[in-house]
């Protein structure tokens, strides 16, 4: 009898061999891992499409009134145009047009934007665009 048994063990070595893949509480862990980050970067996603947009309109408005003797109310008007176009809808506290020291001025957008993750967790980006403008 103990030679039948001899000969129908199994090794550690083939036991390890024929144990491979993923455990089902593994493959919950994991796919639990993937949903959150995947969650979160479904809510992010459109806050970064937003602020390449509103870069967009900074180069451009930079671009389109450099060398045109603009004055701060001119280019917060012109601002105000393209993100009406662009459905861009920010507070105007969040716009900040200063003297630059070459007698241009520095415009400089910054933000928060905010989406609402799960019960109270809340996810923040927080975004800081700045262009000079010369006269």
Known sequence: MESYRQGHRLSNLSRRDR?????????????CLVGVV????IKVTPMYINNMRLGKILTDVQGDL????TNPQGIRN?????????DI???????VINQSRNGGYTVRIKYENRAPYAADLWLVVAFDKQVEIRR
């Open 38 to 41: 995947g969650l979160a970067a």
């Open 78 to 86: 012109e601002l105000y145009k393209r993100f009406s176009i662009e």
């Open 19 to 31: 144990q491979t893949g993923i455990t089902v509480i593994g493959f919950m862990i994991l796919a």
């Open 66 to 69: 450099n060398g045109k003797g």
């Open 89 to 95: 809808d920010l507070p105007p506290n969040d716009i």
